[in-house]
């Protein structure tokens, strides 16, 4: 709900910005994109739901922060992290995965020294080929 309300907000935000600017000879495009509220990041592919504490390895966080996967990736170009890909659903994960919005629990949060990682990928979810 949450969600919804910050999207129809920031349509209607875009919307009184092309309606109040003026003409101009050239044409710039801008693109908005809202980030999922995962508490441990989100998957690297449509349809990007919530990943589980333990897929991220502790490099894709930022103060806590995640620095986003895929279309929301904030890292830089040569950025590579490590990902435990049995808990993605493509590899068979079925267990359970915290919803949007839902706060972290610092319980479930992953260091360096217990992190399980098994993949190397950049922010965009390619593969990168190094095993941790």
Known sequence: MRGLRFLLLG??????????????????????????????????????????????????FTGGVFVGAGPWFHGSDDFRGHVNNRFHPEHGYKGPSPKVGEKAEESKRVDSAHFKGNEERDGRGHVTGGKK
């Not at 990041?41 to 390895?57: K, L, S, T, V």
């Open 11 to 60: 349509a209607v935000a875009a919307l009184c910005f092309t309606v109040t600017a003026p003409k101009a000879a050239a044409q710039v495009a801008v693109s908005v994109g809202i980030e999922p509220a995962c508490p441990y990041g989100y998957y690297d592919a449509a349809p990007y739901g919530c990943a589980p504490a333990g897929y991220y390895g502790p490099e894709w």
